[in-house]
C-alpha cells in the first residue's frame, strides 16, 4: 500500500505542474489577444479594469529594478499594450510561470525515491526552465514592439501626407487626426491607433502634450523630430502643413538611406556564406582535374622506361662526371 502511495505522489506533482502550466498558457493568450489591433480596440484598453490584490501580489514576487519596469512599459506601449494594468499582468503572469516551473521541480525532486540520482537533474531542469520563463516573454515582447516600431515608422510618411492635406482643406489638426486614423487603418492599423491615442489626448489635455507623450511612448527619432515640429510650429504660429509635407519627404529620403545601408551591409554579409559554401565546390572543379592528372603523370613517370625512371642510369658514372 505504501509502496502505491509513492508511486501515485510523483504522478498527482506532475499532473498539478502540467494543469498549471497549461492554465497559465491559456490566460498567457487571452492576455496577449488584449493587444490593440485597430482604433476600436482603443476604448476597451483605457476602461479595463483595476487588478485584484492577488496578481498585485504575485507581480511583486521578483523584485526589479525601476528602470527595468519602466523599459518594460516602455516596451508594452510599443507594442501595443495601453491599458493601465498591462505591466502588472505581465509580471504577475511571468512570475505565476517561473514561481510554477519552481515549485514542480522542488515537488517532484521531493516526491521522488529517497537514494535515488533523480531529485538533482529534476532542480537543474527546474532552475533552467525558470530562468528561459523569465527571460524569453521579454525577449519575445522587445521584438514585437520593435517590429510594431518599424511599421508605425514606415507608415508615418503616407499619414502624413493626408494630414497635410486635410490641413490645406481647412480642417483643425485635431480633427486631421480622427480622420487619417479611419483612413490609413486598413493599410497601416498601427499608425492609425497612434493617432486615435494622441487625439485623445489632445482632447483631455493640449495638443503639444499628446505630441510630448507620443514622442515619449515611442522614443524613436522620427517620432521625436515630428512632436517637436508640431510644437514649434503651433507654438510660433506658422503653415503647419507646409512643415508636415517638408518633414514627410524628409522621413522617406531618411527611410531610403536606411534600406540602402541595410543592403549594403547584406552585401558584405553575403560574402561568408559564398565563401564558406561556394569557394570549395569551385576550388574542387578548377583544380580536381589538375591534381588527378599529376597525381597519374607521376605514376606513369616513375615507371621502366617513364621520364623519372632512375633504374637504367649508372650511378657511379654520373658521380664522376659531376666531379
Request: glycine fraction near 8%; aromatic fraction near 6%; charged fraction near 25%.
Amino acid at each position: 500500500m505504501g509502496r502505491g502511495v509513492e508511486l501515485e505522489t510523483p504522478v498527482i506533482v506532475a499532473f498539478a505542474a502540467g494543469f498549471l502550466a497549461v492554465y497559465v498558457l491559456g490566460i498567457s493568450v487571452v492576455n496577449a489577444r488584449r493587444r490593440v489591433r485597430n482604433i476600436h480596440d482603443v476604448d476597451r484598453q483605457f476602461r479595463a479594469r483595476r487588478p485584484g490584490w492577488f496578481r498585485r501580489a504575485l507581480a511583486d514576487v521578483i523584485p526589479q529594478p525601476g528602470r527595468e519596469v519602466e523599459g518594460l512599459e516602455q516596451d508594452l506601449k510599443r507594442a501595443g499594450f495601453y491599458g493601465k494594468t498591462a505591466v502588472v499582468e505581465f509580471r504577475a503572469t511571468r512570475n505565476f510561470v517561473v514561481l510554477a516551473l519552481l515549485l514542480g521541480g522542488l515537488g517532484l525532486a521531493v516526491a521522488a525515491e529517497p537514494g535515488s540520482d533523480l531529485p538533482r537533474p529534476l532542480l537543474i531542469v527546474a532552475a533552467l526552465s525558470a530562468v528561459v520563463a523569465y527571460a524569453l516573454p521579454r525577449f519575445v515582447l522587445h521584438l514585437q514592439a520593435k517590429r510594431r516600431l518599424d511599421g508605425i515608422q514606415r507608415g508615418l510618411p503616407d499619414a502624413l501626407d493626408i494630414i497635410r492635406m486635410c490641413l490645406t482643406g481647412g480642417l483643425p489638426l485635431r480633427d486631421c487626426l480622427d480622420r487619417v486614423a479611419q483612413e490609413v487603418e486598413f493599410f497601416h492599423p498601427d499608425v492609425a491607433v497612434e493617432l486615435e491615442v494622441v487625439r485623445r489626448h489632445a482632447e483631455i489635455d493640449s495638443m503639444g502634450k499628446a505630441l510630448r507623450e507620443f514622442s515619449r511612448r515611442m522614443n524613436a527619432p522620427d517620432v521625436n523630430a515630428l512632436a517637436s515640429l508640431v510644437s514649434q510650429t503651433e507654438r510660433t504660429g506658422t503653415n503647419v502643413a507646409v512643415a508636415v509635407t517638408e518633414f514627410a519627404d524628409g522621413i522617406r529620403r531618411q527611410f531610403r538611406q536606411r534600406a540602402e545601408e541595410r543592403a549594403g551591409r547584406t552585401t558584405i554579409r553575403m560574402l561568408f556564406p559564398v565563401i564558406l559554401c561556394l569557394a570549395p565546390p569551385v576550388f574542387i572543379l578548377l583544380l580536381g582535374p589538375p591534381a588527378l592528372q599529376l597525381k597519374t603523370f607521376l605514376q606513369e613517370a616513375r615507371n621502366p622506361g617513364g621520364v623519372l625512371d632512375t633504374s637504367g642510369y649508372d650511378s657511379s658514372a654520373i658521380e664522376a662526371a659531376a666531379e
